[in-house]
């Protein structure tokens, strides 16, 4: 374990980070989502939800800011949710606000979700049991 850096954020997590440049694309999935058969490297993390994750890793790399949507996530079936949001994306808004209040999501078909997924550098399977509660994030770069 190491100062100021989340429990929940493995050491083979903290390489993986530390490894991605900017632009590159992390994957935080929940337990249903089909990581070992999509993801190039997958780190599980089991035993945490989606949204401390996504602290943990926010805590250490700052979003894309030369985008306008550094976030993504899996557009929801029409009346799934009210106003078709999964409820733990505004836990997700939240956490992003605390680096890039500015920051957007980009809403993505299913199946093209999955295939941008594909292309990230690591999936983070987490334990998370709600429902649609998987997003992409864009590192940016690091300043000062």
């Avoid at 050491?11 to 992390?26: F, S, T, V």
Wanted: net charge negative; charged share 25%; proline share 6%.
């Amino acid at each position: 374990m190491l100062k100021g850096i989340s429990p929940v954020v493995s050491p083979e997590l903290l390489k993986i980070i530390a490894e991605m440049g900017h632009g590159d694309e992390l994957v935080i999935s929940d337990g249903i989502f089909p990581g070992a058969s999509v993801g190039q490297r997958v780190v599980r993390a089991d035993g945490h939800g989606g949204a401390e994750m996504m602290q943990g890793i926010i805590d250490l790399f700052p979003l894309d800011d030369f985008v306008e949507a550094p976030l993504a996530v899996m557009e929801v079936p029409d009346g799934m949710f009210p106003g078709n949001e999964a409820p733990i994306w505004t836990e997700f808004k939240k956490i992003a606000d605390t680096d890039l209040p500015t920051a957007k999501f980009e809403f993505m078909e299913h199946d093209a979700f999955i295939e941008r997924c594909r292309k990230a550098y690591c999936v983070v399977q987490t334990g998370e049991k709600a429902l649609y509660a998987n997003i992409i994030l864009r590192k940016g770069v690091v300043r000062g």
